[in-house]
């Protein structure tokens, strides 16, 4: 009977659950969150690799849910992923805050400006304002960011713990080996102790990137608020790169401020 018992409890610590259904259904939203375009049912089944079959009652759920909806025979997301999104507190608090200093910053700056923060391994663009002239260089909301090689991502790894920062490299590099640096936790000491990342864009020819952080209580970055600066050869007065750095960093202290957050370097 202890036996018995003994061997149940070996099933359950080694068991891995799974619920089908579930994942056939998060299978359906990540891929048309990915392709932002309305797919038929056969489209859909061949792109995950599933029967028609295996799909048919997963999407007559989630469109009775409203997560997805139907026209002309093909399928795309609702906005109700969005509003769920909005209605996490601090998510939603950091949007509504950053928006106007960001709509300042980008007129002040004539150069667009964004807001990312950190999930799994990346960063995604949750906000931004695009140049106010209409002719510059800016990124897409909902854009998957690199980490390792972005000043935006180095940031968001900076001010951090010493073993939140080790979990997330580490994270990173299992996205992207390619960009494994020996020297990163040098680099990101360093950005630290400045209070912030300025350099060339390693990504973008001719562009020249300043990202400072979002500071939470513990001063531990809950996002990154980054320049991406374009030279305009054919704008006189454009500001300068320490006049960005400048302007930049004090936006990133007054959202920091509001959100209740602690200004990089100060004390507990």
């Not at 299978?27 to 089944?45: M, S, V, Y």
């Not at 500001?239 to 990089?264: N, W, Y």
Request: charged share 30%.
């Amino acid at each position: 009977m202890v036996q018995m018992k003994n061997d149940n409890e070996d099933k359950l610590a080694t068991n891995t659950y799974s619920a089908p259904a579930l994942d056939k259904g998060l299978d359906i939203l990540e891929l048309l969150c990915r392709t932002g375009l309305p797919l038929t049912q056969k489209d859909i089944a061949q792109r995950l690799d599933r029967s028609v079959g295996e799909i048919y009652r997963m999407l007559d759920c989630l469109v009775k849910r409203d997560y997805v909806a139907l026209s002309d025979d093909a399928y795309q997301l609702s906005t109700k992923l969005f509003e769920l999104a909005h209605l996490n507190p601090p998510m939603h608090r950091l949007l509504i805050e950053a928006r106007p200093i960001m709509e300042t910053l980008s007129s002040e700056l004539e150069q667009s400006c964004h807001l990312t923060v950190w999930g799994m391994g990346r960063q995604t663009v949750i906000a931004k304002v695009d140049v106010p002239t209409g002719m510059g260089f800016s990124v897409r909301v909902g854009s998957e960011l690199d980490v390792i090689v972005s000043v935006s991502g180095r940031v968001l790894l900076a001010f951090q713990t010493d073993e939140v920062r080790a979990t997330r490299v580490s994270e990173a590099l299992d996205r992207r080996p390619d960009h494994a640096d020996p020297e990163i936790d040098r680099k990101l000491d360093k950005i630290r102790k400045r209070g912030f990342e300025t350099k060339r864009s390693g990504q973008v020819r001719g562009l020249y990137a300043v990202s400072y952080p979002i500071l939470d209580t513990q001063g531990h970055a809950v996002a990154a608020l980054t320049v991406p600066y374009a030279e305009r050869i054919d704008q006189e007065g454009r500001k300068s790169i320490p006049q960005v750095e400048e302007a930049l960093g004090a936006a990133s202290v007054r959202l920091t401020s509001q959100l209740g957050g602690r200004k990089a370097g100060e004390g507990a």
